[in-house]
């Protein structure tokens, strides 16, 4: 019976190194796909890490965008404690579960006094896909851009379909730094 588990962990062992992992790309100015304007829906899975200046937290992340609202699922581990945050053309409402559901126009101040996630969510929908937000100034960076006076910089990007897409980025202010990993994208790819 030892020889058996010996030989079946020596023949595991090949098998291991040989599964393909998804290739990372460094960024690049040029890999900046000004197609993904246009993509309708996109989402993906991953986890997220935000230090401010008296705190840190870290959380699962699923967010889903379509035309019309993004969903940011928020869950701690093994999915205790969260958020749902809902953004759309009215504004912002979060369920912290419980019945505990709150709702404003002011987005971003409310999500910070919420979730403690101080950060323009409104910019961060095109940052996350590696894009500077279109209504606002950018300028290049080392492995990225800043904007409105937030550096965003991409570690390591991943081929998605036929895009590069972000796989672990950075997010800083001169009060706080949002680290997300992108474990994985889902891209409908139909266009306007």
Known sequence: MRKFLLLAGILALPACSMLSTTPEIAYQPTTVQNEL??????????RIAITG???????????????TEDLIKLSG??????ALIQLNASGVTIDQ????????TDVE???????GLAVPVNSLRYWVVGLPDKSQTASTIANG???VGWKNQYKTMQPVSSYVLPRN??????????????????LDDKRK
Do not use: C
């Open 145 to 147: 851009f800043e904007q």
């Open 53 to 67: 200046k008296n705190d840190a937290w870290s959380a699962n992340i699923n967010w889903e965008h379509t035309p």
């Open 97 to 104: 579960g419980g019945g505990d559901v709150k709702s404003s």
């Open 169 to 186: 980025m950075t997010v800083t202010s001169e009060t706080v730094k949002l680290k997300l990993f992108i474990d994985q994208w889902t």
């Open 109 to 115: 101040s409310f999500i910070n006094q919420q979730v």
């Open 77 to 82: 581990p093994l999915g205790q404690g969260g």
């Open 37 to 46: 304007y246009d993509l309708q829906r996109w989402a993906f899975e991953g």
